[in-house]
């Protein structure tokens, strides 16, 4: 009898903690929607906003209520490999002298939040996730000495990204507009990349993560803009002649024009 009763005891405790597991386990699910999947760029473009609804399915009330629940929304750009160059003094000109190559990092990032990140989790869970441009991995490629002045060129990266506006964030850009809708204010700078980028979604309850949604948006260039750029980038021994061709042109006809008599 007794080894039969401890093999039940066993069964009993592995069936308890199953069903612990299963009542732990996140029921909430996040969907998210964009008016569009492409941005065009003209001539005279000055930077946007794009929103980006959602809705959160089978919340909690009572932790809705609580404010228990965070949204972050980031626009993530394009991968693109990048090079931070360091100026020296030398001889009394200032002139690029150190560099630092680091592996393809988001072009852009902007993210907009219920409430800043770091109110929200822990900084494992955002180092993680990448949330946050101070989170994003920033991994150097090639020959990094002694490896004493990484730190200072990511600091580097991080700060001329924001200058540029390229990093961004607006820590309450995201407003529950009923009990399980929401909406995110996403900035697009006037220098935006061109290129694939990504909306991402994240879900927190009480600080945990539960789940993350991801949706493509393209940002592409028109009329002739898009002429011109594809004309550079495709056929680019075209464009140079072109272009030689066209400046030996205007300086001929501004010649012939204030030519003096």
Known sequence: MRPFAALFGILVCLLAGAALAQ????????????STNEIAITSDFTGA????????DSADPFLLEL???DIVVALVGPQRQTTVWRKERVLGIWV?????????????????????????TGSIVLD????????????????????SNIAVFRDALRRLKQTSGLYEAAPHGVDFVSSSLFRAS??????????EHTIRAYLFKSGNFVMERDLPLRVVKTGLEQF???AAYEDSLLYGIVCVVLAML??????????KN
Do not use: C, H, K
């Open 96 to 120: 690029n002298r150190r560099s630092m190559e680091f592996e393809p990092v988001a072009a852009s990032y902007s993210l907009s939040s219920t409430r800043p990140v770091e109110r929200i």
């Open 23 to 34: 009542q732990r386990e996140p029921t909430e699910r996040l969907d998210i929607g964009v």
């Open 250 to 259: 205007t300086g001929w006809v501004g010649s012939v024009i204030f030519r």
């Open 128 to 147: 993680r996730y990448e949330i946050g441009s101070n989170n994003i991995r920033l991994v150097p490629t090639g020959a990094i000495g002694d490896g």
């Open 228 to 230: 011109i750029y594809s």
């Open 186 to 195: 996403i900035r697009l700078p006037a220098n935006v990349p061109l290129g």
């Open 49 to 56: 906003d794009i929103t980006v609804f959602g809705a959160l």
């Open 67 to 69: 404010g228990e629940y």
